[in-house]
């Protein structure tokens, strides 16, 4: 194992010596190491599996940081429950601050961690029936959402859409991602397609969360994961970015997140048994794994009806069926 990297165990020890350490005490007490007490370390890392090494790297992350310049964006799902749980734990750091949205949308289980586990809880200005009457709903993607904002909007107002997203829109752009889809692009250009936007995530999650960046000063730590999706994948490469935001299990795959749940016993919401990723109830995106058909399964009535009504149009084009 290379020095340094032990020399970076060694020290983010050292930053939390009260959350899970393989350094022996005696090597973090010391001012100096000698190669003697790295090769100790090295031999006692040899003994650990794939959970425990992800663990040792991830402390190695967090000992980069200044805990009080960040907070812990926490959703209550199971990447950012991660987090809640690495940070509680097995750093057993006090100092990160944890905040979660409560964007009228959860799952009642969701929503029930974001109380019991935030030490601050942000609303969103705009509710999700002023968002619709405003820019719009979900449909498609939120790539091929955000294209047919733009070109709509130009359309409303009576003017051009840029060249790049009418390229987009006809399917004629050749210098990356193509456009929409044929299905969104026959809709769109028919002349009868409802207003579609993905402004919707940006003013129930991002805007609470950068008001609250703003006021504060304070960094994100995000609970995001490149596995998660191709757009995640190409959009975080690294654990910082040069806005400040902080995603050290952007590299975690669910086959380990899944092992170190297992391994350490992380309580999983039940509502997990029934789809892969939560978020904002109905919300059309999951229509690709029919993971909006299995939440509106399991919604109470009140809940169901007010979900169907928001998102009527978006499920009307996408066939998604409301029993």
Not at 25 to 51: A, G, H, M, W
Not at 180 to 195: L, M, Q
Not at 247 to 273: A, C, F, G, R, S
Not at 288 to 295: D, F, G, I, P, R
Request: net charge positive; with cysteine.
């Amino acid at each position: 194992m290379d020095s340094q990297y032990i020399i970076e165990i060694i020290k983010s020890d050292r930053k939390y010596p009260n959350g899970k350490c393989i350094t022996p005490q005696d090597i973090i007490d010391k001012k100096t190491l000698t190669l003697e007490d790295i090769e100790r370390v090295n031999n006692i890392l040899k003994e650990f599996d794939e959970p425990d090494s992800y663990l040792i790297d991830l402390k190695i992350k967090f000992a980069q940081i200044n805990p009080t310049e960040y907070y812990l964006s926490y959703s209550g799902g199971k990447d950012s429950h991660l987090l809640y749980w690495f940070i509680k734990e097995y750093l057993k750091d006090s100092n990160i601050l944890i905040v979660g949205i409560n964007t009228y949308m959860e799952n009642p289980q969701i929503l029930k961690r974001i109380r019991e586990n935030c030490d601050k809880i942000l609303f969103p200005s705009l509710k999700p029936f002023e968002i619709k009457e405003k820019y719009g709903i979900p449909c498609f993607s939120k790539e091929q959402d955000f294209y047919i904002y733009y070109y709509q909007n130009a359309i409303r107002k009576g003017k051009n859409p840029s060249k790049t997203i009418q390229q987009k829109i006809d399917g004629t752009y050749d210098k990356g991602f193509s456009g929409i889809s044929k299905t969104a692009r026959e809709y769109v250009k028919s002349g009868n397609a409802h207003n579609i936007t993905h402004l919707c995530c940006y003013y129930l999650k991002k805007k609470p969360a950068h008001d609250f960046e703003k006021e504060t000063g304070l960094k994100p730590i995000l609970g995001i994961r490149s596995e998660e999706s191709a757009l995640r994948k190409r959009q975080y490469t690294t654990c910082f970015s040069k806005n400040g935001k902080f995603t050290p299990i952007h590299n975690l795959t669910d086959d380990i997140m899944e092992q170190i749940i297992q391994k350490y016993n992380i309580e999983v919401p039940e509502i997990y048994q029934y789809v892969k990723r939560t978020g904002c109830e109905g919300c059309p995106y999951g229509s690709y794994y029919h993971e909006t058909e299995k939440e509106l399964q399991l919604m109470s009535p009140a809940k169901k009806k007010f979900v169907c009504e928001l998102f009527k149009e978006s499920y009307d084009v996408l066939g998604i069926k409301i029993e």
